[in-house]
């Protein structure tokens, strides 16, 4: 009887300590959380990824409701760019057609020779189309929620495209929800080559919406507008993805401006190529 | 026999009267209950209507302002309701707001916790300076506070990752968050006056 008055006595002390340092202990868990974050933990990960499939119903709710109502803003002021923009598309469109046979021809042209050379062709590329349901792109990161997960067989590491070119990658995985990392993001890095000089360098992103080219060897000869696309070294992209054009260069920088609108995203392509650059999850 | 009857009848008034006394009891406690019920759901009210809004603020929507900066919705809403009703927004209220923010956004887990706590410790200290203020001193608080707990978490996001972060962007998103306090605490006042109880 004794001792369980004493242990009761000493639980309530626990808990009146608890109740005062309460603040303490909450500062000391999430700095235990950005600790355990940085050894980049198979813990964390997957609970991080179960979290995301939990929480990301609630933002995909909301998706239809609040674009609708921005959608009924947006008709009005699409109303009056239909017209230009059906002729803009007209134009476009005999452009195309005209590229498109001398694709069809080259493409024959391209089997004939690869024969003669005996060349193998990469094995075709299987790609999941995703609706983006959550986005951020504030100055702490960059990175957006699709809805599709281990379910569509969505991989860490796949590449994400839009239909103008790369997006960024798959950073999380969960049963029905994925989290990409874009290529703004400071954590990405893409390995990038100029299109008509080849010259190699590295695609960095910094949080803003220009991210920058480094690593490029001192005598490469870059101009504003020259097109950037995926070097393929490193195996987690492939080589030739369109990314973006230079947009300036200075004394210390070259910034690139991304081919994808990354500020509004709707759906996008997650690509699985076959490539095995980023360690799997199984590996770590 | 007469006097049988009498008894029979004293004791159906009182059986009845008992009954009357329980089912009374019954509505009492049942009441009571409803009020218990309703007042837990009312103390939920700010972190459900303020999970709402930090929801809506990560909706994909072309927004006419560049590079898709928003405003700092979990910010707004802490210091709100901390301010003007603390007995219903607690420490715990923070800590799970701040949670559900680093699970949806990219930043290493535990930032977001960390700066709610930080305004959290700053509003128990200067907040009683803006209670009951008017409503442009309130906004001047914000805009401190806001200020301070930027800036940390721009700190501790650029040590985590040991660089510093694009001053410019944090900036920007520091004044939008300060311009739109105006509205979104207009839509807290809200439901502080329709939906919540003075005695919750």
């Avoid at chain 1, 007209?90 to 005996?118: A, C, I, T």
């Avoid at chain 2, 939920?44 to 928003?70: C, H, T």
């Avoid at chain 2, 799970?96 to 990219?106: A, C, H, P, Q, T």
Wanted: proline fraction near 4%; include cysteine; charged fraction near 20%.
């Amino acid at each position: 009887m004794k001792r369980r008055r004493s242990l009761f006595i000493h639980l309530s002390y626990i808990r009146i300590l608890a109740k005062k340092f309460a603040i303490v202990i909450l500062v000391i868990s999430a700095f235990a959380m950005m600790l355990l974050n940085k050894t980049e933990s198979l813990i964390i990960e997957k609970t991080s990824s179960v979290a995301t499939d939990m929480i990301s119903p609630m933002v995909d709710f909301l998706v239809v409701p609040a674009r609708l109502v921005a959608g009924v803003y947006d008709y009005f002021g699409e109303i009056k760019e239909v017209y230009k923009d059906n002729q803009n598309l007209k134009e476009e469109n005999k452009k195309l057609l005209n590229m498109y046979d001398k694709m069809k021809v080259l493409e024959v042209e391209n089997k004939l020779l690869g024969s003669l050379l005996n060349y193998v062709a990469p094995p075709e590329a299987k790609f999941v189309t995703a609706r983006i349901i959550a986005e951020e792109g504030d100055a702490f990161s960059h990175s957006v929620i699709a809805y599709t997960g281990n379910g569509d067989a969505v991989k860490k590491g796949q590449v994400v495209l839009s239909d103008r070119g790369v997006v960024g990658r798959v950073d999380k995985v969960g049963n029905m929800y994925s989290k990409i990392l874009l290529i703004t993001d400071i954590n990405s890095r893409v390995p990038v080559m100029v299109e008509k000089n080849r010259v190699r360098g590295i695609l960095a992103g910094d949080n803003t919406s220009i991210p920058k080219m480094i690593f490029i060897p001192l005598d490469a000869e870059l101009n504003i507008g020259d097109r950037i696309v995926t070097s393929g070294v490193a195996g987690v992209f492939p080589a030739g993805l369109p990314v973006g054009k230079v947009a300036a260069i200075d004394k210390n920088n070259v910034t690139i401006k991304p081919y994808s609108n990354l500020d509004s995203l709707e759906y996008v392509r997650i690509v699985d190529y076959g490539l095995e650059g980023i360690i799997n999850d199984e590996q770590q | 026999m007469f006097g049988l009857w009498i008894m029979d009848l004293r004791e159906s008034l009182t059986m009845s009267s008992n009954k009357f006394n329980s089912m009374a009891d019954r509505n009492l406690i049942r009441e009571e209950m409803t009020e218990n019920v309703k007042s837990y759901f009312q103390r939920l009210i700010p972190f459900i209507f303020s999970l709402l809004l930090i929801f809506l603020s990560y909706v994909p929507l072309d927004f006419f302002l560049s590079e898709n900066i928003r405003p700092a919705v979990a910010f707004v809403c802490v210091y709100y309701w901390i301010i003007h009703r603390p007995d219903i927004f607690n420490l715990f209220s923070v800590y799970f707001l701040g949670l559900i923010e680093d699970v949806l956004s990219s930043v290493p887990m535990g930032t977001n916790i960390l700066s709610l706590l930080v305004l959290y410790i700053l509003l128990l200290n200067f907040g009683r300076f803006f209670n009951g203020k008017p409503f442009i001193v309130t906004w001047y608080g914000f805009a401190i506070v806001c200020l301070l707990t930027m800036l940390t978490k721009w700190l501790m996001v650029s040590i985590y990752y040991g660089q510093f972060l694009p001053f410019a962007q944090v900036a920007f998103s520091y004044l939008f968050s300060v311009a739109a306090y105006p509205v979104l605490s207009l839509l807290n006042a809200f439901v502080q006056n329709y939906l919540i109880q003075d005695e919750v």
